[in-house]
């Protein structure tokens, strides 16, 4: 049997839902994004999610290779099942391949966001653009820095899934193990999400407002409520002092997570995503990023690895679901 | 063809080269230990371990299904090539791989000694004995803490080897990023091999007996030779201040690593070996790295691993090395 050359995708997050058709290239044919019901209950959810993927079914225009499906928190890798997803609490529990695999008899497979984000621009994005240019990427550890912080790992084409599919949670490594470091969302304190994320950020910039470091700083001008993270990179494009520090703090933490990833996962390319990352492109930052990690690398081959931003813009997501129908099912033909 | 039910394996370090005859169940039948060849030359070295490989063949007594070896340094996967090994520097660039099928006719697989003990301890050891006792593991990090810090990854059976099998150096990740941070050998400063190796402690132990703290330690009585990790053990064993207060510094580094492989790995089993674990498994130390941990970890799924000291000892790398034969040669019949 010839295997349908299109996928039906799907990135639900915890404000909208995208779904879209999906070729082998990694294109998207045909896409839709709505919010999700709003203070809705498990049932509704599902209904909504399952009235999607079958419009993206219909606009497949033909036979469907199977479901792929990134979604925003744990997701236990052989069932799907979805495991107290912060933003979408309603669905703690559901196993999602079950459910989909009966009502569409087409083969599912569910991943964490952040790992399927990894597998975009392994097949599609970054990585692809390094295999293009003669230099075909082996193993690859995915950032995304934006309102928190999260990450993927893909070696030699596969997920890495650790126990529970819980891995590459950068975020929430220690870059400060001080006792001045910040408290996290996650319980413990001085996790890189404290010290890099968008809202840390502003976090880290109205506390040291709040010290009167840098009276002059055009940050101090501002109503509290605009002290955020895009402020900040607003006024260290124009050498603001404070401005300036703060990034350099984002800059220190981000290479030391990565330190350690490097020397964890040797990986030969890490993709940094989200928000801040384009902020931090802006100023030419990631530079200084890698610089940093080189500067710490214990061995010449740990410094063999590219460090690059995203190429996958908001489809990342999607582009990394498809690109899971098709590693899982080139898997099962080997 | 039947595969043979025996393999021969060697573990390669910087004094001393062993070799085994190992047979499907991880039971060593026949072993054997030599120094390596005093001030000798590559082909000194590489003579003296093809004769010490022949007669494991010949104590084999029938055939032998392939040649596993664990290497004291970084080893490319694929082509078993050994590079800049620090202990073993002659063997700078030497392809085991080519070498040894050419000459034995067999399949040989070469790996890093602390990744092949992870696959030494998660098919015989550690792992062997929680799956007979109902839990099998799905992924085990495992860390020796020594005269350095290294470690080894297996996730679903496999060895995680990254890019260029430089994977789990979880002793060069970054524990201490302050100003204060020791020095450490590969360059960098803070790394968790300058807070918890043997070496360390020692070194440790002397800067604060430098800095005349706890004078009436029983550390401060002692020749400063006499000043290693062992004594500081041994001190702390008698609650001496001093020795109990570094020893804590060990366990919190330890659990700051530690804490991030939970979040990067996601393993169900983190296995410490080494003779520093020894002594922390005398003081019932683990308990307090593993609390710690779960203190830090930022899930109830990430919480779920075991924390247990090495099952295997001085012979983890033969039986690893003997694990990756049959691992492979298993992956080949799939």
């Not at 990694?26 to 999607?52: S, V």
């Not at 391949?97 to 392994?122: C, H, I, Q, R």
Request: hydrophobic share 45%; glycine share 12%.
């Amino acid at each position: 049997m010839i295997t349908p050359q299109v996928a039906v995708a799907m990135d639900w997050g915890g404000t909208w839902i995208r779904t879209a058709v999906i070729n082998r290239q990694g294109d998207i044919l045909w896409q839709a994004r709505e919010p999700n019901p709003q203070n809705g209950t498990k049932e509704q959810y599902l209904a909504h999610a399952e009235q999607l993927l079958a419009t993206a079914i219909e606009h497949a225009g033909g036979p469907v290779a199977g479901i792929g499906a990134a979604v925003a928190g744990p997701v236990e890798p052989t069932t799907g099942t979805f495991y107290q997803p912060p933003n979408l609490k309603v669905l703690d529990g559901v196993s999602f391949n079950a459910l989909w695999e009966d009502k569409f008899s087409l083969p599912v497979w569910v991943g964490n966001d952040a790992n399927l984000a990894a597998m975009g621009e392994f097949y599609f994005g970054a990585g692809k653009q390094s295999a293009e240019q003669g230099q075909p990427v082996k193993s690859l550890f995915y950032v995304t820095v934006s309102t928190g912080v999260g990450g993927g790992a893909v070696d030699n084409g596969r997920l890495f899934l650790g126990a529970n599919g819980l891995t590459a949670e950068i975020g929430h490594t220690i870059v400060n193990p001080s006792g001045d470091a910040l408290n996290c969302e996650c319980g413990s304190r001085g996790c890189l999400e404290t010290a890099a994320s968008g809202t840390s950020i502003a976090r880290i910039a109205k506390i040291r407002l709040a010290a009167s470091e840098f009276p002059d700083s055009v940050l101090a001008g501002l109503e509290p409520d605009n002290v955020d993270s895009e402020a900040v990179f607003d006024a260290a494009q124009r050498h603001d002092p404070l401005a300036v520090s703060i990034l350099d703090g984002v800059v220190s933490a981000l290479a030391i997570g990565l330190t350690n990833v490097v020397h964890l996962f040797n990986p030969d390319m890490i993709v940094l995503g989200g928000g801040v990352t384009v902020g931090l492109v802006k100023l030419d930052l990631l530079t200084a990023i890698k610089n940093q990690i080189l500067g710490r690398a214990m061995s010449e081959l740990h410094k063999e690895f590219q460090l690059t931003s995203a190429a996958l813009g908001d489809s990342v997501g999607l582009v990394g679901a498809a690109a899971l129908v098709w590693q899982q099912l080139d898997k099962a033909q080997e």
